[in-house]
């Protein structure tokens, strides 16, 4: 399963959304997509979706998801590094009018450059990121492993404070959802 999350930011990401529905309309993708659709405009008519979850059926899909395809907040990519899985990253651009700047782009290019994401920029990329993604997945993990033991380290750090951050994120969300 391909879990899709656009994140709760307030301008639609319909690119994203729709994007994925015509891979799964013209059989371009084989897995079943469930989308987290946020406020985007555009409702799928060949992958399940729901506008907003909960945060526990977040984690829950994170979990099942055979890939984790995410907008480019830090929140959701850091989400997925602590589900041990390297999340595929379409960031909003200002010039799609899907973010008031391109802090996304900026960040994803940051990650990226780490070898802790896989990004799609442009819709064109997407099919070609989602159908190679667990080659380019043992790409990024074979650097790993032939680096001088230094990328094992930063990448167990890193590994440790993602998983902080969504521990702490988690405690944020169910305090608010008992409030």
């Known amino acids: 399963m391909i879990f899709v999350t ?3 930011h307030e301008q ?17 993708i084989s897995p079943d997509v469930f989308i987290q ?14 506008g907003f979850i909960a945060f526990s059926e977040m984690l829950e899909r994170m979990a099942a998801a055979e890939i984790i395809i995410t907008h480019g907040g830090t929140g959701s990519i850091m989400l997925g590094l ?9 960031p909003r651009q200002k010039r799609y009018s899907e973010h008031i700047d391109d802090h996304q782009v900026h960040f994803c290019r940051m990650m990226e450059g780490k070898g802790k994401i896989i990004a799609a ?14 080659r ?30 969504a521990r702490k994120l988690n405690d944020i969300c169910l305090g608010i959802i008992k409030k």
């Open 6 to 8: 656009v994140g709760t």
């Open 121 to 134: 920029y442009e819709v064109e990329d997407l099919g070609d990121a989602i159908n190679n993604y667990h």
């Open 82 to 90: 602590y589900h041990k899985k390297i999340p595929l990253v379409m």
């Open 37 to 50: 659709t946020g406020y985007s405009t555009y409702k799928p008519h060949f992958c399940d979706y729901a």
């Open 136 to 165: 380019r997945v043992l790409e990024l993990q074979k650097q790993v492993f032939q680096s001088d033991g230094k990328d094992m380290q930063t990448m167990g750090d890193f590994s440790q404070r993602a998983g902080t951050f």
């Open 12 to 28: 639609p990401f319909d690119r994203l959304v729709k994007a994925m529905d015509d891979l799964k309309r013209e059989n371009n």
